[in-house]
């Protein structure tokens, strides 16, 4: 008789596709956001895709066409997430602030500081 144990690990990585601007047209000013108090934590799963931003943060868009920035660490740079980045999301499927990491293709890695809700001034 022999005896086996196989443990199963799994391993859940979402890439984040990054969205590309709309063209700008001479007619239309450029939309401005101003930042107010964000949750603390957010499902992977509803995140529809990101947007570069130059003040060391991703602005993310949500399902619901709502905008959220994720303020990162200081020591991360925009172009090193510029081709896309990897979430990957705790077991309770969200990603929170002060916990987890936006992950670079080039394995670099950029800690959450925080979440603010994004609304066009007027």
Known sequence: MQVAQISIHQRVIIRVPRMSRAPARTFSPPREWKEHKGPKCIAVAEIAGAMLNKEGAVDLVMDDTTRLRARLDGDCRPLDYYSGF?????????????????????????????????????
Do not use: Q
Request: net charge positive; aromatic share 6%; glycine share 10%.
């Open 86 to 122: 990897y979430l990957r999301p705790g077991p309770d499927g969200l990603i929170c602030k002060d916990r987890d990491a936006i992950r670079m293709r080039s394995g670099a890695r950029c800690e959450i500081d925080g979440f603010k809700s994004l609304r066009l001034k007027k």
